[in-house]
Nanobody
Framework: QVQLVESGGGLVQAGGSLRLSCAAS????????MGWYRQAPGKQRELVAT???????NYADSVKGRFTISRDNAKNTVYLQMSDLKPEDTAVYYC??????????????WGQGTQVTVSS
């Protein structure tokens, strides 16, 4: 099993910045694509950004140019640097990874979520 723990959420004014972190632990053999998703009240969960194990990134159009995803493979950690935050970025942000455990099974794992609130 793989566990994901997010941190770094909080309350920030519009135009401000936050950095989210997500650390993976447990019986990890390999971490493949890691990513961030978000869910605002009354809306479906949506993709924010992903990064492959080779470093290729993908962003939702709504965050391009403002958010940057990165990862530290030595620390099994993925980050999301968020700048120029807008009230519409308010949501619970979830970390997700596809991982191969030490028993060689591959599954998707989700973190518990961290709240990001942007005030106008």
């Amino acid at each position: 099993q793989v566990q994901l723990v997010e941190s770094g959420g909080g309350l920030v004014q519009a135009g401000g910045s936050l950095r989210l972190s997500c650390a993976a632990s447990g019986s990890i053999f390999s971490l493949y694509t890691m990513g961030w998703y978000r869910q605002a009240p009354g809306k479906q969960r949506e993709l924010v950004a992903t990064i492959t194990d080779s470093g290729r990134t993908n962003y939702a159009d709504s965050v391009k140019g403002r958010f940057t995803i990165s990862r530290d493979n030595a620390k099994n950690t993925v980050y999301l640097q968020m700048s120029d935050l807008k009230p519409e970025d308010t949501a619970v942000y979830y970390c997700r990874t596809t991982a191969r455990s030490s028993d060689y099974t591959t599954n998707d794992y989700w973190g518990q979520g961290t709240q990001v609130t942007v005030s106008s």
